[in-house]
């Protein structure tokens, strides 16, 4: 393969990059009346500098243009005229009343054409195909009337949602999620999801929701301002784009084939149900182009009525905890009214006018969409004397229309009353004149959307209270802060959900007679034949002429586990021995050469690139941090990629005699969950010592036994390794010593799990037996893997009293490795965390160190045994646990949600500290990304914790 040279590749970028601006310059010279006002650009990059900032919610950014610029204003992105609006007279005049020539979407190149949403109902250009959609789901949800159909689905999953609630209420959010998918895809498919537990298609409607989200924000995606970046060869500068446009187009082609491939099946068999989809093969027919719209269409009911539902029902549950009074007064009518005999139904909706009014003030309080989806002109037009270009963008500020201060007195507080009529007092304007989109892009599903948010608060008044969480006596008060992203939900928030009395709890008991759960569909979903194209694990593989499916990639066993893969590649079909793949594989030169090369050629872009603080994965990094993000997230791909090798030597390197050698402890301290597999037993190893090796355990004053990370594949805790982390921690708390073991890695032959968390046991013992120091000296501590083996260690000790080993002091989690099982799918939700562009891990590295760490068979577990997995298995334990995270990392929900798990147990003491813009792992990884400063600062808190808990 040849390798461009990184000099040839800028010019060409640079050459191409001015052809392209010229001729966006030179087009359109006609008419020169001015655009709306807006802030002046730079020369040719435009207002590439005033596009929102990462994390920054778009509505609050764009509002600051009414002050400055009026109710419309405009920016253009390197020839691209984006228009905002921030005043709904505005919005109806041009994309109602002229929605002739303003309701087209934008032809964006990256969800559109690269991940196929342009074949969606709401991102479809005004044509033939998008008219017939509307046509088809106007035929079951176009009025109110019309989905009075539904009206028994509705209610009896609303009534199901109570039973999950009243079941365990601290899953509200995952009981929303269900919910709200179950009730569509009945509609939609007639398909019956899991009552309990995850359901597959609700899963993959949820990941590729996630993507949409991603996929259309504004400014994102370099390709949608420069088209011909599409063209460019994988690999060459900024072109990362490419590899994730294929990940989030595969996951949408199986949500849309899949349901359709079972409604086929069902009723091929004469086991449908009716449904919007069976209805429409019924009255159509499928010929190949119908079969087309007919997927879509049912895509676009099922994925849109979904993800607003959820997000009006969170905004709705967090709103109830911060406002009681509102809660008082919707109970009283629904006791007047319904009682407490029965729950409401669809039919009680217009005897119940301040349950109305909760749910459209819902809907106001926060859109779901606070900035709509952007509509685009197909022809120029004029409005208030500003020039509107044909291919403008419009962006309607859906978040200000329902919280101007003049149509909505004091839109902060949540006040249903504003809705209702009295003598003194005329109904402010419907929410749902703005939040449903404007002219013919209105929602088409808005009406099922609006009667399920009504039923679910409607049932949910009647028989539970909402209230702050009361912790050691205090409230703890929600914070009202919601996800900078197209579909906007709450953030994360805790709150008790209890039943009103016994006699409501008896109620909703009674659901379950009244509203039988119904047998799941999901046996016959798998069943169903669907032609999904094979979805590609790595840029790497499509690039250097490896295509191996993901089937193939994630066949890789864990090392020293012989099992042969069959596969093919772009040229040959080859069998070959997993514990051998990518060490011995041909593919690993050329990705090695490929990498350096991509490498080599795409540096100099970032750097440039990088010079603009709003082009940063997080503007708030210096320039130094950025580029090290790029650098470290390069190497760590490539690592994962070839299946690089760590080899670990007992012999003294530069460490000297700061290098310990360690054996195995008794037997009989080795024990349960450790002593399963007969092919995996306690071995010798090594570990170093910071700053110096301790003539004896009384030379010690407190010691940190420090676990490194690395996916349980690479590092060795030695000086480049741990090095930093240890400076850090001696210099930073009263550490006097660091011991770090090396313990032996899963990525090598006959290392899977239990090595690792045996070596942690005997690496505990040395220090505790050996050296004779007392364990409330010690402090465990572990970063990422680390961190996941210092929870093994911390529930071998808890659960295995026979081994009679002592509690530690306490314990330090950095960015811990929470869920090693849900790393196992590419694709998932490391891929589409809204933290994936700030942080250097990717779902390849976890991949590997899930695959490398899995348990044998004959071992009798898997990953999601709880010394292994620890997410929703937390544990008691006298050891004080302090979680260390970093706000900018793909794990940080996860940290935050163990921190609440362990919280929770009776007995544990168990803190949170979270590092503002901070990166995964910071104390190892501090060093290499120029974050020593906030190092040192969790480095602090770290032995604060430790001291506040002698």
């Known amino acids: 393969m040849t390798v461009i040279s990184p000099t040839i590749t800028v010019s060409v970028a640079c050459g191409v990059l001015a052809l392209y601006m010229i ?44 002050d400055l610029y009026g109710p419309i204003s405009s920016i253009t992105v390197l020839g691209q005229p984006i228009v905002v609006i921030n005043d709904p007279e505005v919005a109806f005049e041009l994309m109602r009343d002229r929605s002739a020539i ?145 990940e989030m187009a595969n996951t949408l082609r199986q949500c849309v084939d899949q349901p359709y491939a079972f409604v086929k ?44 539902t959820v997000s009006s029902l969170m905004t709705f549950f967090l709103a109830m905890s911060v406002f009681p009074e509102v809660q008082k007064k919707a109970k009283e009518e629904l006791d007047r009214v319904i009682g407490s005999k029965r729950l409401p139904v669809s039919a009680d909706r217009d005897s119940l006018p301040y349950i109305m009014a909760v749910m459209k003030e819902t809907h106001r309080w926060h859109p779901g969409a606070p900035m709509g989806i952007p509509h685009t002109s197909t022809a120029e037009d004029t409005c208030r004397g500003y020039r509107i270009p044909k291919g403008t963008i419009m962006f309607p500020n859906t978040w200000w229309f329902t919280h101007d201060p003049a149509v909505y007195p004091d839109p902060m507080i949540f006040r249903p009353e504003r809705f209702l009529e009295t003598p003194t007092h005329k109904p402010e304007t419907d929410p749902r004149n703005f939040i449903f989109g404007f002219g013919r892009r209105i929602c088409p599903g808005r009406y099922v959307a609006d009667n399920a ?22 409230e703890v008060e929600p914070e009202i802060k919601f996800e900078a992203s197209t579909v ?179 037997s009989d301290k080795y024990i349960g969950v450790v002593d399963l597999d007969p092919e995996v037993k306690p071995e010798t190893i090594g570990g170093t010592w910071y700053p110096a090796r301790p003539s004896s355990g009384s030379a010690v004053g407190k010691v940190v036994l420090h676990f490194h990370g690395g996916a349980y594949t690479i590092g060795d805790g030695r000086d480049g390794d741990a090095g930093f982390a240890a400076k850090t921690l001696i210099a930073n708390t009263a550490a006097t010593h660091v011991f770090a073991p090396q313990y032996r890695l899963s990525s090598n032959p006959g290392c899977r799990f239990p090595a690792p968390l045996q070596d942690a046991i005997t690496s505990y013992l040395y220090l505790t037996d050996e050296l004779g120091i007392p364990a409330e000296k010690i402090t465990i501590s572990g970063d990422s893997a680390g961190g996941n083996l210092s929870l093994a260690l911390l529930r071998y000790i808890s659960d295995n009293p026979d081994a009679k080993l002592a509690s530690p002091a306490c314990a330090w989690l950095w960015s811990a490795w929470a869920d090693p099982e849900g790393a196992l799918t590419l694709g998932g939700a490391m891929k589409l965390h809204p933290n994936a562009p700030t942080d250097y891990l990717d779902e390849v590295v976890g991949m590997w160190g899930a695959q490398s760490l899995m348990p044998s068979k004959e ?92």
């Open 23 to 66: 001729s966006r310059l030179l087009r359109g010279k006609g008419d020169r009346r001015p655009l709306p006002p807006g802030p002046k650009g730079l020369p040719v990059l435009g207002n590439i500098n005033d596009l929102p900032k990462a994390g920054e919610p778009e509505w609050l950014h764009w509002l600051q243009h009414k």
């Open 102 to 246: 303003h309701s087209s979407r934008p032809s964006q190149v990256f969800s559109c054409e690269m991940v196929g949403w342009k074949n969606a109902t709401a991102m479809s250009p005004n044509n033939d195909i998008w008219k017939i959609h509307r046509k088809n789901i106007a035929k079951v949800a176009s009025t109110n009337t019309s989905v009075t159909m539904f009206d028994s689905v509705q209610e009896a999953e609303s009534a199901h949602f109570l039973l999950n609630l009243l079941d365990s209420p601290d899953d509200l959010f995952a009981h929303i999620r269900k919910e709200a998918g179950t009730v569509i895809l009945k509609i939609t498919y007639g398909y019956t999801a899991e009552s309990h537990g995850p359901d597959p298609l609700i899963d993959l409607a949820g990941l590729t929701m996630k993507g949409f989200a991603e996929a259309i924000v504004p400014g994102k995606w370099m390709v949608d301002i420069m088209p011909f970046l599409r063209y460019l060869p994988d690999g060459f500068p900024g072109t990362s784009f490419k590899s994730t446009g294929r």
């Open 265 to 308: 099946q069902q009723m091929r068999e004469k086991k449908h149900k009716t449904s919007f989809l069976s209805q429409a093969i019924e009255d159509i027919g499928t010929d190949a182009e119908m079969e087309f719209i007919h997927k879509w269409t049912a895509l676009s009911l099922f994925t849109g009525g979904a993800d607003t």
């Open 453 to 474: 948010v009504f039923m679910t608060i409607a049932q949910v008044l009647t028989v539970f209270n909402i209230e702050k969480l009361v912790e050691n006596g205090k």
């Open 488 to 666: 906007s939900r709450p953030m994360p928030y805790r709150i008790s959900i209890k039943p009103r009395s016994k006699v409501h709890e008896e109620l909703i008991k009674a659901a379950e007679e009244l509203y039988p759960w119904e047998e799941s569909d999901a046996k016959e979903l798998e069943n169903a034949k669907c032609s999904t194209p094979p979805k590609y694990s790595s840029v790497f593989h499509k690039q250097f002429g490896l295509e191996l499916s993901q089937r193939y990639f994630a066949s890789f066993s864990p090392w020293g586990q012989s099992q042969h893969i069959v596969t093919t590649t772009a040229t040959k079909t080859v069998t070959m021995t997993s514990n051998s793949v990518y060490t011995r594989h041909p593919g690993k030169i050329i990705a090695t050469a490929g990498a350096i090369g991509v490498g080599a050629a795409q540096f100099p872009f970032w750097m440039l690139y990088y010079l603009f603080a709003s082009r940063r994965p997080n503007p708030k990094w210096t320039y130094q941090q950025a580029l090290g993000v790029f650098v470290v997230k390069s190497y760590l791909t490539w690592t994962a990629v070839i299946r690089l090798k760590t080899n670990l030597s007992l012999k003294p390197g530069w460490e000297g005699d700061r290098f310990a050698v360690i054996k195995p402890g008794p």
């Open 859 to 950: 071992s009798g577990i898997t990953l999601g045994h709880p010394n292994i997995k620890f997410l929703g298995n937390p544990f008691a334990t006298p050891t004080p646990l302090l979680f260390l995270t970093g706000e900018s990392e793909i794990l940080y929900d996860h940290n935050v949600q163990l921190y609440e798990e362990f919280k929770a147990v009776e007995g544990n003491k168990v803190d949170l500290e979270v590092t503002p813009y901070g990166v995964h792992d910071i104390i190892l990884a501090g060093q290499w990304l120029r974050f020593t400063k906030e190092a040192a600062q969790a480095a602090k808190v770290a032995g604060e914790f430790w001291d506040a808990n002698e």
